[in-house]
């Protein structure tokens, strides 16, 4: 019998394919050749590494769970492997494939016209054209449905005026997905950035993701062709369907922050002596290990099966949320435990735990908050919605 890693306790990569390994090994050595030794650096500077999207789209990872127009049609497991992976080096770089993959082309994929996915889809798959999903405003955040961004139509064309905060990708896009009011409902619109009347200012600042494009986006009566909307969908269910895209890769992706924590004060606590020997030989170090390990293990088990589930067609969106909702808490908490057994070191860039644990804090909440999630799950549960 196999001894068990304790770099994967339960041998959670048996329960995988071929595909699935191979796809996530590949991922795994491209973050540690081209991510990992600079991620600090890029995080301090608040820089993202732009010249890497064009390796991003050549490896296939841009779009990868789509089918056609250049994409890798791969599972939706798959895509999920390939987040966890990227999320080991930076939640920035797994934020960025999210929202180009899930926010930006996803809606152009499921909801917009032949001319709208021929122009955009196959550049955005290859990484010659960025996309960002304008949705979220300054003053509505977990309402969208109350939104202020306001499209009408001008003869043939659309104006549309407003703005919308927290932007990702926003400083880098090509194309922005928006989000409009209409007087015929939520309509989502495809909107090339170098439309006069388009303006992205960074959000500059940050003690979280910094590694990201952040952005605040604002139309000032920008005029959009009368076949800018995405013809295929009206309501909020086109923007929620594709914040439930996002949320699945997320539900991965935070699991490999906390992997990378775990194994950082997993290694730190082998080599470094107090009192004589190593910490990892101390009882209450090893109950923080172990209760790590604990976690990430039921972790990872969730996520492959919800996305065993999802590639059979049977992942409703209230399960996406329990996975977000579960998932994000446990690698936030693995960060915060892991920075105690660095103790001061924890806290310098030259280790990547507090970097993960300031990064988690964005992403507990953003695509969702904590108090969102557990409200979604509370109506499953009972039958009745407490929003409002």
Same mark, same amino acid.
């Given at each position: 019998?196999?001894?068990?890693?304790?770099?994967?306790?339960?041998? @959670?990569?048996?329960?995988?394919?071929?595909?699935?390994?191979?796809?996530? $090994?590949?991922? *795994?050595?491209?973050? *540690?050749?081209?991510?990992?030794?600079?991620?600090?650096?890029?995080?301090?500077? &608040?820089?993202?590494?732009?010249?890497? /999207?064009?390796?991003?789209?050549?490896?296939?990872?841009?779009?990868?769970?789509?089918?056609?127009?250049?994409?890798?049609? =791969?599972?939706?497991? &798959?895509?999920?492997?390939?987040?966890?992976?990227?999320?080991?080096?930076?939640?920035?770089?797994?934020?960025? /494939?999210?929202?180009?993959?899930?926010? &930006?082309?996803?809606?152009?994929?499921?909801?917009?016209? %032949?001319?709208?996915? $021929?122009?955009?889809?196959?550049?955005?798959?290859?990484?010659?054209?960025?996309?960002?999903?304008?949705?979220?405003?300054? !003053?509505?955040?977990?309402?969208?449905?109350?939104?202020?961004?306001?499209?009408?139509? !001008?003869?043939?064309?659309?104006?549309?005026?407003?703005?919308?905060?927290?932007?990702?990708?926003?400083?880098?896009? %090509?194309?922005?997905?928006?989000?409009?009011?209409?007087?015929?409902?939520? *309509?989502?619109?495809?909107?090339?950035?170098?439309?006069?009347?388009?303006?992205?200012?960074?959000?500059?600042?940050?003690?979280?993701?910094?590694?990201?494009?952040?952005?605040?986006?604002?139309? !000032?009566?920008?005029?959009?062709?009368?076949?800018?909307?995405?013809?295929?969908?009206?309501?909020?269910?086109?923007?929620?369907?594709?914040?439930?895209?996002?949320?699945?890769?997320?539900?991965?992706?935070?699991?490999?922050?906390?992997?990378?924590?775990?194994?950082?004060?997993?290694?730190? &606590?082998?080599?470094?002596?107090?009192?004589?020997?190593? @910490?990892?030989?101390?009882?209450?170090?090893?109950?923080?290990?172990?209760?790590?390990?604990?976690?990430?293990?039921?972790?990872?088990?969730?996520? /492959?099966?919800?996305?065993?589930?999802? $590639?059979?067609?049977?992942?409703?969106?209230?399960?996406?949320?329990?996975?977000?909702?579960?998932?994000?808490? =446990?690698? @936030?908490?693995?960060?915060?435990?892991?920075? =105690?057994?660095?103790?001061?070191?924890?806290?310098?860039?030259?280790?990547?735990?507090? *970097?993960?644990?300031?990064?988690?804090?964005?992403?507990?909440?953003?695509?969702?908050?904590?108090?969102?999630?557990?409200? /979604?799950?509370?109506?499953?549960?009972?039958?009745?919605?407490?929003?409002?």
């Amino acid at each position: 019998m196999t001894k068990p890693d304790p770099r994967d306790l339960l041998g @959670i990569r048996d329960l995988l394919n071929e595909e699935e390994r191979e796809i996530a $090994d590949t991922v *795994r050595t491209f973050v *540690r050749k081209e991510v990992a030794d600079h991620a600090g650096q890029w995080f301090e500077d &608040a820089t993202f590494p732009r010249h890497l /999207v064009g390796q991003l789209g050549e490896m296939g990872l841009l779009g990868m769970h789509l089918t056609g127009y250049g994409c890798a049609g =791969t599972s939706a497991t &798959a895509y999920g492997l390939a987040c966890l992976e990227l999320e080991a080096g930076d939640s920035g770089l797994r934020s960025f /494939v999210s929202v180009q993959g899930s926010l &930006a082309m996803f809606p152009i994929w499921k909801y917009g016209s %032949d001319e709208q996915k $021929d122009r955009w889809l196959p550049a955005m798959a290859r990484g010659e054209a960025i996309g960002c999903f304008g949705l979220t405003e300054p !003053d509505r955040g977990s309402d969208p449905g109350d939104m202020r961004t306001f499209a009408k139509r !001008d003869g043939g064309d659309w104006i549309l005026n407003g703005s919308k905060m927290w932007i990702t990708n926003g400083t880098l896009a %090509d194309v922005a997905v928006v989000w409009a009011r209409t007087d015929e409902g939520v *309509r989502g619109f495809v909107v090339p950035t170098d439309t006069p009347g388009f303006t992205a200012r960074e959000i500059k600042h940050k003690l979280s993701l910094r590694m990201s494009a952040t952005a605040e986006l604002s139309f !000032d009566d920008l005029r959009l062709p009368g076949d800018a909307v995405l013809p295929g969908v009206t309501g909020l269910k086109g923007p929620l369907s594709c914040l439930s895209e996002a949320r699945f890769g997320i539900l991965f992706g935070a699991l490999g922050a906390a992997r990378t924590c775990y194994e950082a004060a997993l290694d730190y &606590a082998s080599t470094r002596e107090q009192f004589g020997r190593p @910490i990892g030989g101390f009882q209450l170090t090893q109950q923080k290990l172990v209760g790590m390990a604990l976690e990430l293990n039921k972790g990872m088990l969730l996520a /492959v099966h919800l996305g065993r589930r999802k $590639d059979a067609g049977e992942l409703p969106p209230e399960l996406v949320s329990f996975g977000k909702l579960n998932n994000v808490r =446990t690698a @936030i908490d693995i960060a915060r435990t892991a920075r =105690t057994i660095l103790a001061a070191n924890g806290i310098s860039l030259e280790y990547p735990v507090l *970097r993960h644990a300031n990064n988690l804090e964005s992403v507990l909440t953003y695509e969702g908050t904590e108090e969102i999630h557990t409200l /979604v799950l509370g109506q499953l549960l009972t039958g009745q919605s407490a929003y409002r």
